[in-house]
Each structure stands twice: as C-alpha cells, then as structure tokens.
C-alpha cells in the first residue's frame, strides 16, 4: 500500500505564493507518474499538473507560467510551487501517484487534499 501526504495549503491573498508537497510513504518498488489535481465545490475535479519519473511534466492551461511541479525520486516527494496566485485558484488540492508494487502490478492513489485559499 502506498499512503500519500499533501501539506503547504493555507489561506494566502492574491497575488501571493504557496509550496505543497506531498510525500509518499509505504511499501511499493518505484513511484511512477505524480500529479496535482484540485477540486472546488460544485465542480469536478481537475488536472493542475503532472510530472513523469524522468521529468517531464504537463500543465493546465490555466495555471502555465505560474504554478512549477518538481519532485524528488529519492525521497518520494513532489512539489507544486504556486505563484501568482489568483481567487479561481482556491480548491482543495490532491495528491495522485501511481506506483509499482513488488508484484509487479500499478496501482493509482490519492492523498486526502490540502486546502487552499485565496483571499482578494
């Protein structure tokens, strides 16, 4: 099992800046593909960002040129550097990996989400 933790979130005025991160802890061989996703109330949730084990990473089109994904293999953590924040950036903000088990399967997870919160 594979046990992910968002922490950062908080209440920040536009136009401010917020770190998150998420750890990922448990028994598996590898972390594979990471990603941020967030959800509003009344909405569904969505892709912010997503980076591959090797780097590379894709974007919202709402959130290019202001948020930076980034992630450290040897400790399983990812990062979403926020900047620029902006009101409609306000969500609850999830965590999501796949990861290889030592059975050889993949399996997806969530984290419990972190909350942030723009104040205009």
């Known amino acids: 099992q594979v046990q992910l933790v968002e922490s950062g979130g908080g209440l920040v005025q536009a136009g401010g800046s917020l770190r998150l991160s998420c750890a990922a802890s448990?028994?598996?061989?590898?972390?594979?593909?990471m990603g941020w996703y967030r959800q509003a109330p009344g909405n569904q949730r969505e892709l912010v960002a997503r980076i591959s084990r090797g780097g590379s990473t894709n974007y919202a089109d709402s959130v290019k040129g202001r948020f930076t994904i980034s992630r450290d293999n040897a400790k399983n953590i990812m990062y979403l550097q926020m900047n620029s924040l902006k009101p409609e950036d306000t969500s609850v903000y999830y965590c999501?990996?796949?990861?290889?088990?030592?059975?050889?399967?993949?399996?997806?997870?969530w984290g419990q989400g972190t909350q942030v919160t723009l104040s205009s």
């Open positions: 448990g028994t598996f061989t590898s972390i594979n593909i």
């Open positions: 999501n990996a796949d990861a290889w088990l030592g059975d050889g399967a993949l399996k997806n997870y």
